[in-house]
């Protein structure tokens, strides 16, 4: 059974940093992306960063220079730091891994709360 286990949210203020982590296990197929959606108030979920294929890294316009997606491949764990981090950046941020066969898995997300 595959399960995404994310970790990091929390309550930050304003120009802070918070740093998530997500681990997948049971996954027994090949890895196409594993990354990090996010879901803001009163809009719809969002690409933050992903790592395709081990090799590139799509960022969300928002997150470039502010946020930094890494992996550490043999343990299917993808981290996202987060600095400068603003009001707008308040919501519920998801990990996702989608398979080569073109299967997704998501986390259950976790709160990201920026405030002073």
């Known amino acids: 059974q595959v399960q995404l286990v994310e970790s990091g949210g929390g309550l930050v203020q304003p120009g802070g940093s918070l740093r998530l982590a997500c681990g997948a296990v049971?996954?027994?197929?090949?890895?196409?992306?594993m990354g990090w959606y996010r879901q803001t108030p009163g809009k719809q979920r969002e690409l933050v960063a992903r790592i395709i294929n081990n090799a590139s890294i799509n960022y969300a316009d928002f997150a470039v220079g502010r946020f930094t997606i890494s992996g550490d491949n043999a343990k299917n764990t993808v981290y996202l730091q987060m600095n400068s981090l603003t009001t707008e950046d308040t919501g519920v941020y998801y990990c996702n891994v989608l398979l080569a066969v073109g299967r997704a898995y998501w986390g259950q997300g976790t709160q990201v709360t920026v405030s002073s």
């Open positions: 049971g996954i027994v197929a090949r890895i196409y992306a």
